[in-house]
């Protein structure tokens, strides 16, 4: 699976963004993906994820009820819907596959990564 991130960019705190993520291959539909960020001088940290058909999530407490995941099998994309964004939020985000029908916020349990997009929110 080969993931491609898209949608960041510079934004005023308050404002929205909205992440892509497009997958290649047959058989997106039957991975959990997940969105991870990473700022500065930090580790990488989750932020969401979602299981197959959508009949799942899972938000880190400081997103809940901020950020959306979301995903159309259909176009082998999933999206992440960030609203209320503060300057905190600001980091490079990135998507990632889980072979398993199970969520997880653990980074070493996902096996396929994107290449990032950055995402920066000004005060």
């Known amino acids: 699976v080969q993931l491609q991130a898209s949608g960041g960019g510079l934004v005023q705190a308050g404002g929205s963004l909205r992440l892509s993520c497009a997958a290649s291959g047959r058989t997106f539909s039957s991975y959990a993906m997940g969105w991870f960020r990473q700022a500065p001088g930090k580790e990488r940290e989750f932020v969401a994820a979602?299981?197959?058909?959508?009949?799942?999530?899972y938000y880190a407490d400081s997103v809940k009820g901020r950020f959306t995941i979301s995903r159309d099998n259909a176009k082998n994309t999933v999206y992440l819907q960030m609203n209320s964004l503060k300057p905190e939020d600001t980091a490079v985000y990135y998507c990632?596959?889980?072979?398993?029908?199970?969520?997880?916020?653990?980074?070493?349990?996902?096996?396929?990564w994107g290449q990032g997009t950055q995402v920066t929110v000004s005060s």
């Open positions: 990632a596959a889980r072979g398993s029908r199970w969520l997880s916020r653990d980074s070493s349990e996902y096996d396929y």
């Open positions: 979602t299981i197959r058909w959508n009949s799942g999530t």
